[in-house]
Nanobody, 121 residues
Framework: QVQLAESGGGLVQAGGSLRLSCAAS?????MGWFRQAPGKEREFVAT????????AYVDSVKGRFTISRDSTKNTVYLQMSSLKPEDTAVYYC?????????????????WGQGTQVTVSS
């Protein structure tokens, strides 16, 4: 069983930056970030393969968010810049036993507890 521990959420003004971290307790392959705003469905944000050579993003964060990972630490990061109020959500780290990138929540096997990101206008 893999456990995921997220950190780095908080309150930031529009235009600011935050970095989320997610440490995995066991072996994982692809890892990703999803988010869920109040009253909305969980949404894919970004994903990265185990090697770090392939990534994918939802269009709304391209050019503002960067996903990366340190395989030696079994940790994935989400650097968020130029934050907007519409980025406000609970952000969830996820891990998959699959090798390739995936935007589909059902293809992820493990989930963190979530970390709140609030962007004020």
């Amino acid at each position: 069983q893999v456990q995921l521990a997220e950190s780095g959420g908080g309150l930031v003004q529009a235009g600011g930056s935050l970095r989320l971290s997610c440490a995995a307790s066991g072996r994982t392959f692809s890892m990703g970030w999803f988010r869920q705003a109040p009253g909305k469905e969980r949404e894919f944000v970004a994903t990265i393969t185990w090697s770090g050579t392939s990534t994918a993003y939802v269009d709304s964060v391209k050019g503002r968010f960067t996903i990366s990972r340190d395989s030696t630490k079994n940790t994935v990061y989400l650097q968020m810049s130029s934050l907007k109020p519409e980025d406000t959500a609970v952000y969830y780290c996820s891990a998959s036993r699959r090798v390739g990138v995936s935007r589909e929540a059902h293809e992820y096997d493990y989930w963190g507890q979530g970390t709140q990101v609030t962007v004020s206008s």
